[in-house]
């Protein structure tokens, strides 16, 4: 068995990732919009958990790092979490 790292960090906060890859990244609140900020930092193979979108209907996504260049998105379920703490406000619907 490999040796594990867990960090917590603010993740809009610079650095937070560090700089190397991660295997696996967990938000553990909701963004409005998708960042592709988050499926950057993953290493090949890699898995981000993010649950995207607006009250009173959000996604909850597996994004898997297939290549360098390659990424694939699964909804997983619906659900409702609050925002991530420092994520951006969603934008307004304007007629």
């Known amino acids: 068995m490999g040796a594990v ?3 917590a960090a603010d993740a809009f906060a610079a650095g937070a990732l560090g700089s190397g890859s991660w295997d696996a990244v967990v938000l553990t609140g909701s963004l409005p919009t ?3 900020r988050f499926e950057q930092r993953l290493a090949v193979g890699g898995r981000l958990f993010v ?3 607006r009250a009173p209907v959000m996604q909850a996504t597996l994004v898997r790092r297939i ?3 390659e990424w694939a998105r699964q909804v997983l379920f619906e659900t409702v979490i609050d925002p991530l703490v420092g994520a951006p406000a969603a934008p307004a619907f304007l007629f």
């Open 5 to 7: 790292e867990v960090a």
């Open 51 to 53: 649950v995207l979108g």
């Open 34 to 36: 998708y960042d592709p």
């Open 67 to 69: 290549s360098s260049t």
